[in-house]
């Protein structure tokens, strides 16, 4: 089990913040330029419990600041089954592949039977930092029912969307990602994407 990420350190003017309610809280991540505030305020909406926290949660997901998008997927993951369906929605609709990534990481983080076909879509998606962090979160979901559209992925034109394919299926391939594994080792002709499929096929097969 990893480490509850440690909660970020209160910027300049976090009292005022932390007596904020929702209404002002909302303001200031819409209106503030630092992105220390802004982060501050998502940490503060996410630990508020309420569920009118969710869609500005959802809408930091798209900030342009790493800290800030990084802070509310901890957020939804903390709000627990409530995130789901908005985080759903947000891989889905959300132009912004930054957002697809981090929503996808927050289902994987929840790891309930709902995010199941979410992140089977997320197989599909047009970025490869999605494909990724969907192919991780099936890994971390353990449901074989992602094998095939997992298999499909070790393909992909992103080398690193390779090996987690790969990771994913030592995890949860059975029998149909063995043979899928040895298939891919044969054709891959990356040296570091080939180790990859090696352990893989060392775990699954012990």
């Given amino acids: 089990m990893t480490d509850k990420p440690l909660p970020p350190t209160p910027p300049e003017g976090a009292g005022d913040l932390e007596t904020q309610g929702i209404e002002m809280l909302v303001h200031t991540f819409h209106s503030s330029a630092d992105p220390t505030l802004r982060r501050y305020a998502v940490y503060l909406l996410g630990k508020s419990g309420d569920p009118a926290a969710l869609r500005p949660l959802i809408e930091a997901l798209a900030d342009p600041e790493k800290t800030v998008r990084e802070q509310a997927m901890l957020s939804l993951v903390d709000s627990g089954k409530s995130a789901i369906r908005p985080l759903t929605d947000a891989m889905a609709k959300e132009p912004k592949w930054q957002a697809?990534?981090?929503?996808?990481?927050?289902?994987?983080?929840?790891?309930?039977?709902?995010?199941?076909?979410?992140?089977?879509?997320?197989?599909?998606?047009?970025?490869?930092?999605?494909?990724?962090?969907?192919?991780?979160?099936?890994?971390?979901?353990?449901?074989?029912?992602?094998?095939?559209?997992?298999?499909?992925?070790?393909?992909?034109?992103?080398?690193?969307?390779?090996?987690?394919?790969?990771?994913?299926?030592?995890?949860?391939?059975?029998?149909?990602?063995?043979?899928?594994?040895?298939?891919?080792?044969?054709?891959?002709?990356?040296?570091?994407?080939?180790n990859v499929i090696r352990e893989a096929l060392a775990v699954i097969t012990s």
């Fill in 100 to 194: 697809r990534y981090r929503a996808a990481e927050a289902l994987g983080k929840l790891a309930d039977d709902e995010v199941l076909q979410p992140l089977i879509r997320g197989l599909k998606d047009d970025r490869d930092h999605v494909r990724y962090m969907a192919a991780k979160g099936l890994k971390e979901l353990g449901d074989s029912r992602a094998v095939e559209p997992l298999i499909i992925l070790l393909n992909d034109e992103n080398r690193v969307v390779r090996m987690m394919t790969a990771r994913a299926l030592s995890a949860i391939g059975g029998e149909k990602g063995r043979i899928a594994l040895e298939a891919a080792l044969a054709s891959e002709t990356d040296d570091e994407v080939k």
